[in-house]
């Protein structure tokens, strides 16, 4: 009795202590010294550079996607022409793979907006399902794997109807629509479950051929890879649908899915805008600063998300061929956005802006202007050109605010 109740308040003052050990000092923030872009032509860039940076972040960070997975089918499972209260079309489409039965597959929600012949489309995946991220409700609850949390109404790993619209701060979906975009959006759970052995119910094992038993190696994808490519066929089915403009496809993602965003448009040039909000450790933010979270904590805390060898660099960023500033430059020439939180230090928003401002020259050869700003601006100012960035006041989160900037960057860059 006595030891539970000691092991309750060590607990207790476990969890209210800051992360110890972790670095909040900006003079102590590393970064000065970035792996070279190695930039000399745009021409240079399309044709090997981008595919040899490419190649690094495959070997040394997300590994890579298999090329064998096959074809994937689409279904559309559902259509309402009324939704919103009338301003969208909502569709779900079931995405699998009939040669991979293992893999459950996915369910897309798309709403298009009903005054707009083809609309342009953000795609990104959410934490909490479909049937989270809109307030309609009549949207079938998920009954995938979740993340359990009691605050959240998840219990035993299953969604209760009390987290419908929990997620909805972070989609709005009426602003999107009413802007003239279109959006697409899944459950990052249903392409694979977001923990250490989510994979062995997801597609990685479903698409390996020693299946629940793959043992994993460097060079091998993690989950941040899954995810991304369930986002890519999310693209192949947008480019088939009559109401969406599928040379106008943005891929944004939150967080882990913001690290995710950056995999997906590195790898998918059909995403012809790439948005990370928050994206911080093994995104946007540079590993070099060992600002906030580090290579160290996050391989130890997520192993799963990333390839084995990525392992290799913790306390050790110096001697990784990559950093990150080299996802960012991957998105070359297209557009890229890059939002940070004031007060989400632990994603290092600094490191977030130095990571633009770095990959910049490479707009420079296409004759283009990157992040522009020379220093990080001051909060709630949007900066740059082909690639955009702001610091916005409060916590880790989306908000309407990053969504406006994200909208008007798009419309600026599609002249919508
Ligand atoms: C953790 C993790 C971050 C991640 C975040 C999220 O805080 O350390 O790297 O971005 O979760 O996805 O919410």
């Not at 092991?7 to 010294?33: C, I, M």
């Not at 399309?46 to 689409?74: M, Q, S, W, Y």
């Not at 009324?82 to 779900?92: H, N, Q, V």
């Not at 106008?248 to 790439?274: C, N, P």
């Amino acid at each position: 009795m006595r030891t539970a109740i000691f092991s309750l308040l060590a607990a207790a003052a476990f969890a209210q202590t800051p992360r110890p050990g972790v670095n909040y000092d900006e003079s102590k923030a590393g970064g000065g010294s970035l792996p070279d872009l190695k930039l000399t032509t745009a021409e240079v860039w399309t044709n090997k550079r981008r595919t040899e940076i490419l190649k690094l972040f495959e070997d040394h960070v997300f590994g890579k996607t298999p090329a064998n997975i096959g074809k994937a089918k689409f279904e559309v499972t559902a259509t309402k022409p009324d939704a919103l209260g009338g301003i969208a079309t909502r569709k779900f489409i079931h995405i699998s793979l009939p040669d991979r039965p293992a893999w459950p597959g996915m369910d897309v929600m798309l709403y298009t907006p009903n005054d707009v012949k083809r609309a342009p489309c953000f795609a990104g995946l959410s934490f909490g399902g479909n049937h989270a991220v809109s307030k309609e409700t009549d949207i079938p609850l998920s009954t995938r794997w979740m993340r359990e949390s009691k605050e959240k109404h998840i219990v035993d790993h299953k969604a209760t109807g009390a987290t419908r619209g929990t997620e909805s701060s972070r989609w709005p979906l009426e602003m999107i629509l009413k802007r003239g975009f279109a959006v697409a959006t899944a459950y990052y759970g249903d392409i694979e479950p977001d923990h250490a052995d989510g994979w062995k119910d997801g597609l990685r094992a479903a698409v390996s051929k020693d299946g629940a038993n793959t043992v994993w190696k460097d060079g091998d994808w993690g989950a941040i890879g899954a995810w991304a490519w369930g986002l890519s066929r999310i693209a192949d089915y947008l480019q088939t649908d009559g109401r969406v403009d599928g040379g106008h496809l943005a891929v944004i993602g939150h967080s882990r899915l913001g690290k995710t965003s950056l995999w997906t448009g590195a790898q998918d040039q059909r995403f012809g805008i790439v948005i990370s909000n928050n994206s911080g450790e093994g995104g946007a933010a540079l590993m070099r600063r060992d600002f906030g979270e580090t290579t160290a904590i996050i391989t130890r805390s997520f192993p799963h998300w990333f390839t084995p060898k990525y392992a290799n660099y913790a306390g050790n960023a110096a001697a990784s061929p990559i950093d990150h500033h080299m996802l960012i430059a991957l998105a070359a020439p297209r557009p890229i956005y890059i939002a940070s939180a004031a007060e989400d230090h632990w994603a290092d928003p600094k490191g977030e802006f130095l990571s633009g401002k770095s990959a910049s020259p490479v707009y420079t050869l296409f004759g283009k202007k990157g992040v522009v700003a020379d220093e990080q601006p001051a909060t709630d100012t949007p900066v740059g050109d082909f690639i955009g960035y702001h610091v916005r006041t409060g916590k880790h989160d989306v908000t309407d605010y990053d969504w406006t900037q994200y909208l008007n960057f798009a419309a600026r860059h599609w002249n919508r």
